[in-house]
Structures are given as structure tokens and as C-alpha cells.
């Protein structure tokens, strides 16, 4: 099982960027499908994108496609997620997720992703 821990959460006005990250321990991320998902008080957590075992292909949700940078170092084994120009709807606990699928980058079904990250608080000023 590879163990996540998110990083680089807070607070940042509209407009304004974050860089979050997720260390991986107890595999490597090379064989992994990663993600990004989040979820926003009284709603059900949803994806925000994902990437596939080499780092290669990307897949983003449409709220945040052209904003969001997802990236991965295999050798750091790391993911990251830059957000630009935020805006308040982007509100959220935000959740590194990884299955070891080649194809569940694939997939924005939170249920179908094996292992989380315990979750980072990002919050957005209007």
C-alpha cells in the first residue's frame, strides 16, 4: 500500500495561486494512477484531475481545465497541483488519491480509487 500525505493548503484570495503537493512512502508512484478530488462542506467529493503512472497523460474536470496543473516526479515520488486564478468555488478540502490501475487516472469516481491522502483545507477570499 503506498501511503499519501497532502501539503501546501490555505488561504489565498480570488485570483491568486497555490501549489499543492502529496508525498507518496511505502511504494513507488511510477506504477500508480494519482489524483486530485476534493470536496466542499455538504456536497460529495469530486474530481478535479488525474494522471497517469508515467506522467504522461492528464485528465482534468472541466470546472478547473485550462487553471490547474497536475504533475508527478516519479523520482521525488511526488504529485503536485498548481492552481492558478482561483476562485472562491474552488473552496475545498482537496484529496491526493492513488490506485495502483494503470488506467485510473482515467476514472473521476471517487469510489473506484484505492488509496487517499487525509486532505488539505483550501480556502479562497471573494
Known amino acids: 500500500q503506498v501511503q499519501l500525505v497532502e501539503s501546501g493548503g490555505g488561504l489565498v484570495q480570488a485570483g491568486g495561486s497555490l501549489r499543492l503537493s502529496c508525498a507518496a512512502s511505502?511504494?513507488?508512484?511510477?506504477?500508480?494512477?494519482m489524483g486530485w478530488f476534493r470536496q466542499a462542506p455538504g456536497k460529495e467529493r469530486e474530481f478535479v484531475c488525474a494522471i497517469s503512472p508515467s506522467g504522461s497523460i492528464d485528465n482534468y474536470s472541466d470546472s478547473v481545465k485550462g487553471r490547474f496543473a497536475i504533475s508527478k516526479d516519479n523520482v521525488k515520488n511526488t504529485m503536485y497541483l498548481q492552481m492558478n486564478s482561483l476562485k472562491a468555488e474552488d473552496t475545498a478540502v482537496y484529496y491526493c488519491?492513488?490506485?495502483?490501475?494503470?488506467?485510473?487516472?482515467?476514472?473521476?469516481?471517487?469510489?473506484?480509487?484505492?488509496?487517499w491522502g487525509q486532505g488539505t483545507q483550501v480556502t479562497v477570499s471573494s
Open positions: 511505502g511504494r513507488t508512484i511510477n506504477t500508480y494512477s
Open positions: 488519491a492513488a490506485d495502483s490501475s494503470m488506467l485510473a487516472y482515467r476514472s473521476n469516481q471517487w469510489r473506484s480509487w484505492g488509496q
